[in-house]
T-cell receptor, first 113, second 114 residues
Framework: NAGVTQTPKFQVLKTGQSMTLQCAQD?????MSWYRQDPGMGLRLIHYSVGAGITDQGEVPNGYNVSRSTTEDFPLRLLSAAPSQTSVYFC????????????FGSGTRLTVV | EDKVVQSPLSLVVHEGDTVTLNCSYE??????LLWYKQEKKAPTFLFMLTSSGIEKKSGRLSSILDKKELSSILNITATQTGDSAIYLC??????????????FGTGTRLKVLA
């Protein structure tokens, strides 16, 4: 049972580059989300999805795109990386009913130089 | 606006002490309240609470929800240095509009001194 798998674990980008952070879950969860966590700021929601083909914005969506073509996968795309996007990114998933809690991936530490 | 507030923001105790962390919420259409422990990595799940007055326990940790007071406490007895972490509280709500959201507090930073 893999749970929520995030790749890569670490990434360094140059300003202006684009990349995709991968998130996959094998629990058949409808709800998937992406957060960023910066020192002293707590977890801030970037985007979330309640099912395949349905996505919505969170608190800090600018500079990020998402899509949900399957139940299992919810990739996060950085369109043109900026130093302000240096952060730790977490993917999380749950059943839409919230039963059995909310499971986090191990995180991706991204540095934009 | 929905919000979750945790207190205290930070706490320093000595090994063996008992600590109580607080989480209060103002959230419409409450479904559940969750506690997490975060060390230098991803948050790890501790408890999920949905019913008032029922204590959940795991070893030295316990938690209880009070839906009348819109709050929850997390107790840690006989603290150890390994309990040093940020403890996060989150509330899950499902609005009639069909919006689903986990709302996180900013956490309580606990440091346990040997």
């Amino acid at each position: 049972n893999a749970g929520v798998t995030q790749t890569p674990k670490f990434q360094v980008l140059k300003t202006g580059q684009s990349m995709t952070l991968q998130c996959a879950q094998d629990m058949n969860h409808e709800y998937m989300s992406w957060y960023r966590q910066d020192p002293g700021m707590g977890l801030r929601l970037i985007h979330y999805s309640v099912g395949a083909g349905i996505t919505d914005q969170g608190e800090v969506p600018n500079g990020y795109n998402v899509s949900r073509s399957t139940t299992e996968d919810f990739p996060l795309r950085l369109l043109s990386a900026a130093p302000s996007q240096t952060s730790v990114y977490f993917c999380a998933s749950s059943y839409l009913t919230g039963r059995e809690g909310y499971t986090f991936g191990s995180g991706t530490r991204l540095t934009v130089v | 606006e929905d919000k979750v507030v945790q207190s205290p923001l930070s706490l320093v105790v000595h090994e063996g002490d008992t600590v109580t962390l607080n989480c209060s919420y103002e959230v419409t259409n409450f479904r559940s309240l969750l506690w997490y422990k975060q060390e230098k990595k991803a948050p790890t799940f501790l408890f999920m609470l949905t019913s008032s007055g029922i204590e959940k326990k795991s070893g030295r940790l316990s938690s209880i929800l009070d839906k009348k007071e819109l709050s929850s406490i997390l107790n840690i007895t006989a603290t150890q240095t390994g309990d040093s972490a940020i403890y996060l509280c989150a509330v899950y709500n499902i609005r009639t509009s069909g919006t689903y959201k986990y709302i996180f507090g900013t956490g309580t930073r606990l440091k346990v001194l040997a």
